[in-house]
Structure formats: structure tokens, C-alpha cells
T-cell receptor
Framework: DQQVKQNSPSLSVQEGRISILNCDYTNSMFDYFLWYKKYPAEGPTFLISISSIKDKNEDGRFTVFLNKSAKHLSLHIVPSQPGDSAVYFCAASAREYGNKLVFGAGTILRVKS | KAGVTQTPRYLIKTRGQQVTLSCSPISGHRSVSWYQQTPGQGLQFLFEYFSETQRNKGNFPGRFSGRQFSNSRSEMNVSTLELGDSALYLC??????????????FGAGSRLTVL
């Protein structure tokens, strides 16, 4: 039962262009969403989050959009840089679950210079 | 401020053996969670400990267990290892627990290979 899905295993983008990573969820109880970035041989690093009471959150080059009716969120990276090449994980949580995060399978982003 | 420290970083075991992994959270963090990452599966939640008590458990067999000490350090144990237990085991810590809007800080993980 995959409650959080990242349907694109990989994405390739040219440096300077926009990267859009997508994530869908099924559990209506989720009320907080996070994106993590992971480099090989390192643990996931928190990138940006959004509460279900918002539909957009920005932090520098990173913007997360949440569409609650569609149970869909996306991460936009503008402009994309070669250093952004990593695996991106979408995660969701609910107040009732405490600190349990439900992760998607991840999307490998390659930014070509 | 030191991050989340996991030891050992790499280990190789054979089927049937057991393994213990250790995690030292960020100083002051009382919540420690464990996740298993396998190729194509994302991160799967194992369990969470807060103030030495298991607060939440994922859908893993009883061979997977854990504990937390009074200094918030945590260990997880896997007994009777199977080939499918080969994975990266990640520990994460957090200061809060009850808001449901907490950012977890992850360690670099312990890479377990079962032969």
C-alpha cells in the first residue's frame, strides 16, 4: 500500500532550466509534506516543507506547491544547477503519526551542464 | 553542533547472524526514528523512540527490534538475518514529537550486506 508515490524514477534537465519533481499521495490524513535530497553515501538532507494549510512555500531556488484536492505536490527548482543532481524524496506525515514519515520511492534528478 | 552519528557505516554479515546498529542523535533531541532504504523502495519506517519508549512501529517482522537509552542514544537489532535485510539503515532524530510537523535530521546510515 504505497501512500506516497513518485511516479518518475528519473528526470534529466539542462543547467539553468526548471526542474519539476512530482509526488502524489492517497492518505487524506497527511497534513505536512517534506522534500529531502540525498547524495550517494550520505543521509537524506531536508530541503523544504509545506503544511496542508498552505498551497505554496518558497525557499530561494526551491518552491513546493500543494494541491490538496488532487492530493498532489510538486517541487520546482529554478534555475537548476549541476550540484542539484541527487535523489529527491517526497515525504508526508500526519499529526496522529507523530514523527513517522511516509516516503515515496524517490526521483533521480540529473542536471546537465 | 554535531549531527546524527551512526555506527558502523558498513558491515557484512551472513544469513542467520544478528546485527546491532547504533545511533547517536543530535544533542538535545529525544526522538529517534529508524528507516530502511532498499533500491526502488524509498525509505520504510521501522520504529520511533521517544524518551526511551517505543512510540510507533512500522510493518516489519519481530526480528527487527530497537531500544533507546536514557541519553537518547538508540540501537536497533536484526536477528536471524535474511538476504532481503541487505539495505541502508538510516537513523533520524528530532527535538519535538507531538506537532506532526517536525523535520527529521538523518544520519549517513549503516550499509548492511547479508551474504
Amino acid at each position: 500500500d504505497q501512500q506516497v508515490k513518485q511516479n518518475s524514477p528519473s528526470l534529466s534537465v539542462q543547467e539553468g532550466r526548471i526542474s519539476i519533481l512530482n509526488c502524489d499521495y492517497t492518505n487524506s490524513m497527511f497534513d505536512y509534506f517534506l522534500w529531502y535530497k540525498k547524495y550517494p553515501a550520505e543521509g537524506p538532507t531536508f530541503l523544504i516543507s509545506i503544511s496542508s494549510i498552505k498551497d505554496k512555500n518558497e525557499d530561494g531556488r526551491f518552491t513546493v506547491f500543494l494541491n490538496k484536492s488532487a492530493k498532489h505536490l510538486s517541487l520546482h527548482i529554478v534555475p537548476s544547477q549541476p550540484g542539484d543532481s541527487a535523489v529527491y524524496f517526497c515525504a508526508a506525515s500526519a499529526r496522529e503519526y507523530g514523527n513517522k514519515l511516509v516516503f515515496g520511492a524517490g526521483t533521480i534528478l540529473r542536471v546537465k551542464s | 553542533k554535531a549531527g546524527v552519528t551512526q555506527t558502523p557505516r558498513y558491515l557484512i554479515k551472513t544469513r542467520g547472524q544478528q546485527v546491532t546498529l547504533s545511533c547517536s542523535p543530535i544533542s538535545g533531541h529525544r526522538s529517534v526514528s529508524w528507516y530502511q532504504q532498499t533500491p526502488g523502495q524509498g525509505l520504510q519506517f521501522l520504529f520511533e523512540y521517544f524518551s526511551e519508549t517505543q512510540r510507533n512501529k512500522g510493518n516489519f517482522p519481530g526480528r527487527f527490534s530497537g531500544r533507546q537509552f536514557s541519553n537518547s542514544r538508540s540501537e536497533m537489532n536484526v536477528s536471524t538475518l535474511e538476504l532481503g535485510d541487505s539495505a541502508l539503515y538510516l537513523c533520524a532524530s528530532s527535538y519535538y514529537r507531538d506537532t506532526g510537523a517536525n523535520v527529521l535530521t538523518f544520519g549517513a546510515g549503516s550499509r548492511l550486506t547479508v551474504l
